[in-house]
């Protein structure tokens, strides 16, 4: 009898083993990190049609732009990967009040920019090793008169100032990325790398957008590269946070650079910010305003103060240039 009660506890303890195995819970896998996608796109649309205006009534006018920012972010539990590209971009046309005034569209702005940051985890859940990387170009070939075709002013023929990667900025910075809270993000690169490349020869003659430019006593160019090379130290620190119950959302990045190589006195800017203000779902007011002085590109200055930026009688040197718009955005989350 004893015999009998051991073999059939032989033959069902497995079975009943196996049943236990299949009703507990198993450990279940880490999951993966993640993409979240989203973007927001803003348009800029006037127009203004005057037929037989009165005397000091105006002229008419189309404007046509908008804001694209798109962005792929990923989150894990040691790391983070943040992508975003913005473009922006606007052209007006202007009735003609003579018969000397060019007609065609001129451009209001024109920027394509990327940027990508990866961090990984290395102490607490503050402290990242991370590597930024930016680039920013443009789309539309411009000309002198900032209009998008030649036009001929005061009988002098028009020239091209600017292309697509003409210039072209690249800007790459490993180092620690500091995250006191979720709104909070300092990083700071003890050798960042920045390149200015001009891929069209004539352009880079000009002696406008930053790269290597060799002059002898007399002003003349001896030499030129189509490119500049900077190594230097960086600091980017980016704010966002919303408020009042979700209806006001804040984007701030500003970026500090010195160039180890070359004046390192001077510190090359871009403080860029945008106030989103939701009017109903999906819609929404955003602000933008911009900083942007580097050094080594060259702005056009209105030193006779007549109010026309880039005539004869004005000069081209390194300077601030402030940027600001507003216009109505839908946002988009994939």
């Known amino acids: 009898m004893r015999f009998l009660l051991h073999l059939l506890l032989l033959v069902l303890l497995p079975s009943f083993g196996t049943l236990l195995a299949q009703d507990a819970p ?15 796109i803003g348009f800029d649309l006037s127009g203004l049609g005057i037929i037989n205006p009165r005397v000091g009534g105006g002229t008419g006018r189309f404007g046509l732009g908008g804001l694209g920012t798109f962005s792929a972010n990923r989150k894990g539990d040691k790391s983070f990967w943040n992508n975003q590209m913005t473009l922006q971009l606007a052209v007006q046309k202007l009735g003609r009040t003579s018969l000397s005034q060019p007609s065609g569209f001129q451009k209001n702005l024109d920027i394509l920019r990327l940027a990508s940051t990866y961090g990984y985890k290395i102490a607490g859940d503050k402290w990242y090793a991370s590597a930024d990387l930016l680039a920013q170009t443009q789309l539309l070939r411009t000309y002198k008169s900032n209009y ?17 990667l003409s210039p072209l900025l690249i800007q ?7 995250k006191p809270n979720t709104h909070l993000t300092f ?3 003890p050798v960042a790398v920045r390149f200015i490349y001009v891929a069209d020869d004539s352009l880079a003659l000009l002696d406008i957008h930053g790269n290597e430019v060799t002059r002898d006593a007399g002003g003349n160019i001896t030499e030129y590269k189509n490119y500049f090379l900077g190594l230097g130290s960086e600091l980017v620190t980016r704010y966002e946070n919303k408020y009042f119950n979700d209806h006001l959302a804040v984007t701030s990045s500003l970026r500090l650079f010195s160039n180890y190589l070359k004046d390192p006195a001077a510190v090359d800017v871009l403080f860029t910010n945008n106030f989103s203000i939701q009017i109903f779902k999906g819609f929404s007011l955003d602000l933008l305003g911009e900083l942007f002085y580097d050094q080594d590109v060259k702005m056009n200055l209105d030193s006779n103060d007549n109010g026309i930026f880039g005539d ?16 109505l955005k839908y946002n988009v989350i994939f």
């Not at 009688?313 to 718009?325: E, N």
Request: glycine residues 10%.
């Open 26 to 40: 198993a450990a279940a896998p880490p999951a993966e990190p993640e993409w979240k996608f989203t973007g927001g």
């Open 148 to 164: 998008l075709k030649p036009v001929t002013l005061d009988g002098k023929p028009d020239i091209v100032v600017s292309n697509i």
């Open 172 to 178: 790459f910075s490993p180092g620690i990325t500091y």
């Open 187 to 189: 990083q700071y690169s």
């Open 312 to 327: 004869d009688g004005d000069r081209q040197a390194p300077a601030a240039q402030l940027t600001g718009a507003f216009m």
